[in-house]
C-alpha cells in the first residue's frame, strides 16, 4: 500500500517531490526498498525543518506524511538504521553565532581562556556544529596546547563528514598546529589530506 | 588614691626609727586597698588593650569562615530550546521563583498557554554579569520558539541563575550567605532596630535607656519581652565570647561593645551583625545571618522580601528555635506581629502597610523546596573532586564558588523514572525486591559532562551513593568491549562465531562453563547477532581466541582505569566497576571512540569570581572510527531486535538509541547502558546484601532506562558512516552477499574491502554499489 501511494506521488511532482519522499521513507523500512531510502537521514530532514539543537519532537513532527506512516514507523523499529555517508551543513542557531562571535573578540584581544569559556557554552548548546570546534582547536593551538588542538579538530572531522569544504578547513588547520608543534612530516600528510578536498 | 599611696612614702622610709608607729589596721586595709586597685586598674588597661586589639583583629580580617558554594548549570534559554514549560517551571522552582498572575519583581513568572514571563534576578558570572531582566519567552511544540524584552526586543541568548545545590562547610557546621548592609532591605534593619535596640544609631555600645525601656516594657507585659542589651552587645556576645552565661562573660560584655563603638561606625557593625546573627538551625548545620535564612526560610534573596517576611526575621532572633516558623507557626506569626505592631506604633510604617502585612500569612517553603540538599550523591562527586585539588580548610572557609554541570530538570526526570520503576516492580514481584536498590548516572554524550546522578532509591540520602562506590559485576555491559576488540582485529559484523557449548580449564585446575541465558546453544551465528542477543557461549569463545590481553586492552582504550582480573570470566562481565566507570566506557563509543574523562564541575572561583580552576572539554581519540561504527550498529540492533528491543513500545521508531542489557551471575545485578544522540545513562537495579532479583537487565534496569529516556526530548543518535565504511546487502542468515529484493537481506556497514565476497545467489545481485541500484530503481519510475 505503502509502495502504491509513493508510485502516484512520484509521477506527479517528479524528482522534488522525490526528494520530499526521500526523507518522509527515511522513517520507512521494507526489504523491497532500495537503499537510497535510507541515504537520507531522519536528523538531515529535522535539522532542516528545525533549529539545529531542537530533536524530532516525537508527539508534534511537522512533516504531515510521519503522522499517517503509522504501520512504517513499526516496522522500523525492527531494523537499524542504515548511517548516512555524509552530514548536511547545520543551520547556526543564533545563540551559537552571538557566542563564536563573543570568542573571536575574546581571542583578538589575547583573552584567549575567556575565548575558550565562550566556546564551550556554544558547544553545549550545539555539540554538532563544526564551527564550534573549529574556532576552539585554533584557541587550544594558540594557547600552545598542540595535541588538544588537533583532537578537537578531528571531532569536528567527525561531524562533517561529506562536506568537501569543512573537511578542507580542518585538515587545514591540523596541517598548522602540527607545523606548529614542529611536526613537520605530519603537517603535510595532513595539508595533503586537505588538498584532496 | 594613687596620690595618698605616694603621701605614705615619707612615713614607710622612717619605718627603721624605733620610734615609728605600727600602722593601724584602717590604714593597712586602706594600704591593701589601694594596692589592690592599683593592681586591678592595670589588669583592666591591659585588658581593654588586648581586647582592643582582639576586637580590631578580627572584625577587620577574615570574619567567617565562609563555606563553598556549589551551584548547578545555569540554564541557557534561546529560540529553539528544547524546554517544555514544564522543565522551565521545575528550574524555576529550584531557584524559588514565585508563580503569579503578573510577574513585577525579580523572582517571579507568570505562565500562560503558550508564553511564560519571567522576572530573572541575574547572576554575577565568572564570564560576565547576567543583568535581570524581564523576559517574553514564547513556546511551540515543547520548544522555546522566541525570547524577547518588555521593549519587544529579541534575545539570542539569556542565561537564568545557577541553582545552588550545597556547600562545603566548616567545622562548626556554621552556614552563611554574606550580604552587605545594602542588600538588606530597609524594611529588615528597621524591624530589628525596633524590636531589638531603639536606640541603636544613638548610644555608644550600651544603653542605660534600653535597659530601663525594656525593664518597663516587661514589667507592664508581666512577661519577658525585651531584652536590654544592644545589638552591639549581642554582636560582640556571639562573634568574640562563649555561648556560657556568666557574669564575667556579661562584665566583658560592655567594655568590649564600647570598644568596638569607638572603631567601628554604626553601619559596619549592623553589617557585621546582620551576618553573623544565628537564626535556625537544620540538624547539625546552622543557619546564620539573614542572607541565608532568606533563603532558608523563604527560599528568595534577601533584596526581594516583603515587609512581613523581613518582619518575621527579625522576630527570630530572639529565639530561632522558640519561633521556628516551620515547628511553631503560630508562635512566629505572634512574634512577626508584635514586630509589626512596634514599627507601627513607631511610626515607621503607616496603618495601610501594617494592616496589609498583619493580614499575610507567613509564608515560609517546606525544607523540600529548598534545593540544599537535594542533589547529595552528585555533590558528593563534585566534593571529591574537589579535595583531590583544595585544602579542606580553604572549602570550607573561603567562600570558594563551584559551577557544575548538573541538570536540574534532567535529574528530577532521572529520580521519578527511578522512584516509580522501583515502585512498579515492587507491584509486581512484592516480597521478591524488598530492599531493592538502584542508582544511575547521566551523561551528554557530545560534550562529556555529567548531567545526573542517583546514589540509592532514597534519592535524598546522604550516605552510601552507589554510583560512585557500589562496585558490582557488570555483566554483560563488558560485551561491547569483547565485540569491539573482534571488530578491530578483522572481524566483520557477520562473521560466524561458534555458539556450541564451551568449557575450558584453567591453570590452577578449575574449569569455566559458560552458559546461554535460555542454556540453549545457537550453533554458528553472525557476531552482530551474538551482541545484539547477548549470547554468551559464543562471547566467551570469541574473546578466548582475541585474547584477555587484547580484550584489557580494549576496555583501556575505552577508558577503564581500575585494575581488571585477567580471568575468562572477565568475557562475561566479572569484573566489578562502578556506574560512573562504566559511564565513561559507553560514553567513549558514543562519541564515536573520542575517550572523554567524565566532568561534573565547570570551573572554581574565589568568592569574588576571579577563576581558580577550570576543567575544559578534552578529548582523545583511542578507538578508530570505523570499528566504533560497526559497534555501534549491532548496539543498535540491540534496541532494535536484540534483547532491549522494549525500547521501541515506548521510544518513537525514529529515534535511533544504541545500548546494552546487563545481568550478572544468579540475577544480583540489573544492569543498562544505552545512549541517544543527546543523553547516556546507565541504570543499575540489585540489593545492598547482593541477593538474587527476580529479573535481569531487560527487566529492571532497562525499564528504568526507558522511563527516563522517554521523559526527555531526545535527539536521534546520527552518526555519518565513515570514509572507511561501506554499507552492504547481506543475507542476515548465512551473511553472504544479497541483494535488497531478496529475502532475509539486510544491510550492515564494512570497514573497505572486509565485505564478504561470496553471493548468496539470489538472483540479480551482481550488483552490490547500494547507490547505483537505487538510481536504477527510482529511473524505473519515470
Request: aromatic residues 8%.
Amino acid at each position: 500500500m505503502v509502495l502504491i501511494r509513493k508510485q502516484h506521488i512520484l509521477h506527479q511532482l517528479g524528482l522534488i517531490s522525490l526528494m520530499l519522499l526521500f526523507s518522509a521513507c527515511s522513517t520507512v523500512s521494507t526489504v523491497n526498498q532500495p537503499s537510497v531510502q535510507d541515504k537520507s537521514t531522519p536528523a538531515v530532514t529535522t535539522a532542516k525543518a528545525k533549529p539545529a539543537p531542537a530533536p524530532a519532537s516525537t508527539t508534534t513532527a511537522p512533516e504531515p506524511k510521519i503522522n499517517d506512516a503509522v504501520e512504517p514507523i513499526t516496522e522500523q523499529g525492527n531494523s537499524v538504521p542504515v548511517a548516512p555517508k555524509t552530514t548536511s551543513p547545520v543551520q547556526q542557531n543564533s545563540a551559537v553565532i552571538a557566542l563564536i562571535g563573543t570568542a573571536q573578540q575574546q581571542q583578538k584581544s589575547g583573552d584567549l581562556y575567556s575565548a575558550q569559556t565562550s566556546l564551550q557554552r556554544a558547544q553545549r548548546i550545539a555539540p554538532r556544529d563544526p564551527y564550534v570546534y573549529y574556532e576552539l582547536a585554533s584557541i587550544h593551538r594558540e594557547l600552545h596546547d598542540y595535541d588538544l588542538a588537533e583532537q578537537v579538530a578531528l571531532k569536528g572531522i567527525s561531524i562533517v563528514q561529506g562536506q568537501p569544504q569543512q573537511l578542507h578547513r580542518f585538515w587545514t588547520l591540523i596541517a598548522q598546529i602540527r607545523a606548529d608543534s614542529g611536526d613537520r612530516k605530519g603537517a603535510s600528510q595532513a595539508q595533503q589530506i586537505a588538498d584532496r578536498y | 588614691m594613687v596620690a595618698k599611696k605616694k603621701a605614705q612614702r615619707p612615713k614607710r622610709s622612717a619605718r627603721l626609727s624605733p620610734k615609728t608607729k605600727k600602722p593601724t589596721f584602717k590604714q593597712k586595709v586602706m594600704s591593701f586597698l589601694s594596692k589592690l586597685v592599683f593592681a586591678g586598674l592595670v589588669i583592666f588597661s591591659l585588658s581593654l588593650l588586648f581586647m582592643d586589639t582582639h576586637i580590631r583583629k578580627q572584625f577587620e580580617g577574615k570574619r567567617w569562615a565562609v563555606p563553598t558554594k556549589v551551584y548547578a548549570r545555569p540554564l541557557e534559554l534561546y529560540a529553539g530550546l528544547p524546554l517544555s514549560q514544564e522543565d522551565l517551571k521545575t528550574e524555576l522552582r529550584g531557584l524559588g521563583y514565585k508563580f503569579v498572575q503578573q510577574a513585577r519583581e525579580p523572582g517571579q513568572a507568570e505562565f500562560s498557554s503558550t508564553k511564560a514571563n519571567i522576572r530573572t534576578r541575574g547572576f554575577p558570572f565568572p564570564d560576565g554579569n547576567e543583568p535581570a531582566q524581564q523576559l517574553n519567552i514564547g513556546f511551540s511544540n515543547q520548544t522555546i520558539a522566541s525570547i524577547t524584552t518588555n521593549s519587544g526586543q529579541s534575545l539570542p541568548l539569556v542565561r537564568l541563575e545557577p541553582i545552588l545545590i550545597g556547600g562545603i562547610y566548616p567545622l562548626n557546621n556554621e552556614d552563611r550567605d554574606l550580604i552587605q548592609l545594602s542588600d538588606a532591605p530597609q524594611g529588615l534593619t528597621d524591624a530589628l532596630i525596633a524590636i531589638e535596640d531603639r536606640d541603636f544609631y544613638q548610644h555608644a555600645g550600651i544603653s542605660l535607656k534600653g535597659i530601663s525601656r525594656a525593664m518597663w516594657v516587661n514589667l507592664k507585659a508581666g512577661h519577658f519581652i525585651q531584652g536590654g542589651s544592644t545589638l552591639t552587645q549581642q554582636l560582640i556576645k556571639n562573634f568574640y565570647l562563649t555561648s556560657e552565661r556568666s557574669l564575667a562573660r556579661k562584665v566583658m560584655e560592655i567594655p568590649m561593645a564600647m570598644l568596638l563603638e569607638l572603631h567601628y561606625s554604626k553601619d559596619e557593625i549592623l553589617e557585621a551583625y546582620l551576618n553573623e546573627v544565628y537564626l535556625g538551625q537544620e540538624g547539625s548545620r546552622a543557619i546564620h545571618g539573614f542572607g541565608l535564612a532568606s533563603q532558608y526560610y523563604f527560599a528568595q534573596p534577601i533584596e526581594e522580601l516583603q515587609l512581613h517576611q523581613v518582619a518575621l526575621l527579625a522576630g527570630l532572633v530572639k529565639g530561632p528555635s522558640y519561633y521556628d516558623p516551620r515547628r511553631h507557626p503560630e508562635r512566629a506569626k505572634k512574634r512577626r506581629d508584635l514586630v509589626l505592631k512596634v514599627l507601627y506604633e513607631q511610626g515607621t510604617i503607616d496603618k495601610k502597610h501594617y494592616d496589609h502585612a498583619v493580614a499575610m500569612p507567613i509564608g515560609v517553603v517546606k525544607h523540600a523546596s529548598l534545593l540544599k540538599g537535594a542533589y547529595p550523591a552528585y555533590l558528593d562527586l563534585v566534593k571529591r573532586q574537589l579535595r583531590q585539588e583544595y585544602r579542606e580548610e580553604d572549602l570550607s572557609s573561603e567562600g570558594l564558588r563551584v559551577f557544575t554541570a548538573l541538570n536540574p530538570i534532567a535529574q528530577h526526570k532521572a529520580e521519578t523514572a527511578l522512584v516509580s520503576t522501583i515502585s512498579k516492580l515492587n507491584t509486581i514481584y512484592g516480597k521478591r525486591v524488598t530492599d531493592l536498590q538502584g542508582s544511575m548516572v547521566v551523561a551528554e554524550p557530545q560534550t562529556g559532562e555529567i548531567i545526573s546522578i542517583i546514589g540509592g532509591r532514597n534519592t535524598r540520602y546522604q550516605g552510601f551513593n552507589r554510583a560512585l562506590d557500589a562496585v558490582r559485576p557488570i555483566g554483560s555491559l563488558i560485551k561491547p568491549a569483547v565485540y569491539l576488540t573482534a571488530l578491530s582485529h578483522n572481524y566483520t559484523l557477520v562473521s560466524e562465531l561458534d555458539d556450541s557449548p564451551y568449557k575450558i580449564t584453567m591453570q590452577n585446575g578449575q574449569s569455566w562453563q559458560p552458559d546461554n541465558f535460555d542454556h540453549q546453544s545457537h550453533g554458528l551465528v553472525p557476531l552482530h547477532t551474538a551482541l545484539s542477543h547477548s549470547y554468551n557461549l559464543s562471547t566467551a569463545r570469541l574473546g578466548m581466541s582475541l585474547g584477555l590481553d587484547r580484550v584489557i586492552d580494549t576496555m583501556r582504550k575505552l577508558g577503564v582505569t581500575r585494575p581488571i582480573d585477567p580471568y575468562p570470566s572477565l568475557l562475561l562481565g566479572a569484573q566489578g566497576m562502578s556506574l560512573v566507570e562504566v559511564a565513561t566506557l559507553y560514553q567513549t563509543i558514543a562519541a564515536n571512540g573520542f575517550q572523554m574523562p567524565l566532568r561534573a564541575i565547570r570551573m572554581v572561583t574565589d568568592s569574588a569570581g576571579n577563576e581558580l580552576s577550570r576543567y575544559p572539554f578534552q578529548l582523545k581519540q583511542t578507538i578508530d572510527a570505523d570499528s566504533i561504527h560497526l559497534l555501534q550498529y549491532a548496539l543498535q540492533e540491540t534496541a532494535r531486535l536484540g534483547t532491549a528491543r522494549s525500547i521501541y513500545q515506548s521510544l518513537p521508531a525514529d529515534i535511533n538509541v544504541a545500548g546494552k542489557t546487563g545481568t550478572s551471575n544468579d540475577q544480583r545485578d540489573s544492569w543498562f547502558a544505552g545512549f541517544s544522540g543527546n543523553r547516556l545513562a546507565v541504570t543499575w537495579l540489585g540489593r545492598d546484601d547482593n541477593a538474587p532479583l527476580p529479573f535481569t537487565g531487560s527487566g529492571g534496569a532497562l525499564k528504568v532506562w526507558i522511563n527516563y529516556m522517554s521523559s526527555e526530548q531526545l535527539e536521534s543518535f546520527n552518526s555519518a558512516a565513515p570514509d572507511g565504511i561501506e554499507y552492504h546487502w547481506v543475507n542476515s542468515i548465512n551473511g553472504l552477499l544479497s541483494n535488497n529484493s531478496c529475502p532475509n537481506a539486510i544491510q550492515v556497514p564494512f570497514i573497505i574491502g572486509t565485505q564478504p565476497t561470496e553471493s548468496d545467489g539470489c538472483a540479480g545481485n551482481t550488483n552490490s554499489d547500494p547507490v547505483s541500484r537505487s538510481l536504477d530503481w527510482i529511473k524505473q519510475w519515470f
